[in-house]
């Protein structure tokens, strides 16, 4: 345990920060990452502080966790679709080559409409100290890749080659109608 509060540390930081008359934090968000001088350190999960009490959320708590995928694993994608999700991922600070194939999602909480802090998550390929794809020793099966998550600045553009789910519905039952009248002709 540290002798000296996390304000205390804060302080020593260097942390300030001017607020106009009249005003004062209300809410903050932490992230914390603890160590030691010349040694690994921790990144923790962010922290809302102040800290929610029993009580001042509602049970069940109406936050809905929304995944959005935008690549599925496994997709076959257009020379388009590619050209806008490599231009996307730039956007957000993403070097497309180290991104592995399989899934690519944004993920959020939305509270009531209001969607919250957007996520990417995806697969990168690790690369070592001299750039290059570190194989995965383990398994023997190809590149070492790991999870990763990065806050989107930019959204992807909509597909301008998607007409909506009714259309993509009545293109499925009528494949199913279609597959079925072979059926029944043989």
């Known amino acids: 345990m540290s002798e000296k509060t996390i304000g205390a540390q804060l302080d020593d930081l260097g942390l300030s920060m001017d607020l106009p008359p009249g005003e004062q934090v209300i809410e903050a968000t932490v992230t914390l990452v603890t160590g030691r001088e ?3 350190s921790e990144r923790h999960h962010p922290m809302r502080v102040p800290a929610e009490q029993p009580g001042s959320m509602p049970v069940p708590h109406p936050v809905e966790r929304r995944i959005v995928t935008v690549v599925k694993a496994g997709q076959a994608v257009s020379d388009e679709q590619r050209a806008r999700i490599v231009q996307w991922l730039q ?8 991104v592995a194939r399989g899934a690519i999602t944004v993920e959020c909480n939305m509270r009531g409409d209001r969607p919250g802090r957007q996520i ?3 697969t990168e390929y690790y690369e070592g100290p ?3 794809r570190e194989m995965n020793w ?3 099966d190809g590149a070492l890749t790991y999870q990763r998550w990065v806050e989107q ?5 909509p597909d301008p080659q998607w007409t909506g789910w009714e259309a993509w519905h009545a293109e499925i039952d009528a494949a199913r ?3 079925l009248r072979q059926g029944e002709g043989t």
């Open 38 to 40: 010349g040694y690994s």
């Open 91 to 98: 956007a957000n600070g993403i070097d497309p080559s180290r």
């Open 177 to 179: 109608e279609e597959r």
């Open 138 to 140: 383990q398994t023997l």
């Open 153 to 157: 600045t930019v959204p992807i553009a």
């Open 120 to 122: 990417i998550g995806f």
């Open 130 to 132: 001299q750039g290059h």
